[in-house]
């Protein structure tokens, strides 16, 4: 079982800058995909970004290319998403989300088995 814990959301101007991170309850350095999703009420949840924690490899949604880092500190158990460049159509719940692997990180939702309770992204224009 991993337990994980986002923060770092908030309210910001179009154009700025927010981090967030998520804190895993046991070592997910080796062998694990970790990803941020996010979900806009009445929408399906949609792949923000993912690394696989081994190589980190990652791998980012057109939507924010350029713009989000993925990144993950392995000492820490603690992932993270650098925000810069904010846009409205950026505001939604962000979920951080685990699931061990071989390599290859899904981007689709129903392939990882742990989550976060999720944290409030706006951004205002």
């Known amino acids: 079982q991993v337990q994980l814990v986002e923060s770092g959301g908030g309210s910001v101007q179009a154009g700025g800058s927010l981090r967030l991170s998520c804190a895993a309850s046991?070592?997910?350095?080796?062998?694990?995909?970790m990803g941020w999703f996010r979900q806009v009420s009445g929408k399906e949840r949609e792949v923000v970004a993912t690394?696989?924690?081994?190589?980190?490899?990652?791998y980012y949604a057109d939507s924010v290319k350029g713009r989000f880092t993925i990144s993950q500190d392995n000492a820490k158990n603690t992932l993270y998403l650098q925000m810069n460049s904010l846009k409205p159509e950026d505001t939604a719940m962000y979920y951080c989300?685990?699931?061990?692997?071989?390599?290859?990180?899904?981007?689709?939702?129903?392939?990882?088995?742990?989550w976060g309770q999720g944290t409030q992204v706006t951004v205002s224009s």
């Open positions: 989300a685990a699931v061990r692997s071989g390599g290859y990180c899904s981007s689709n939702r129903w392939e990882y088995n742990y």
């Open positions: 046991r070592y997910t350095g080796g062998g694990y995909c």
């Open positions: 690394i696989y924690t081994s190589s980190q490899s990652t």
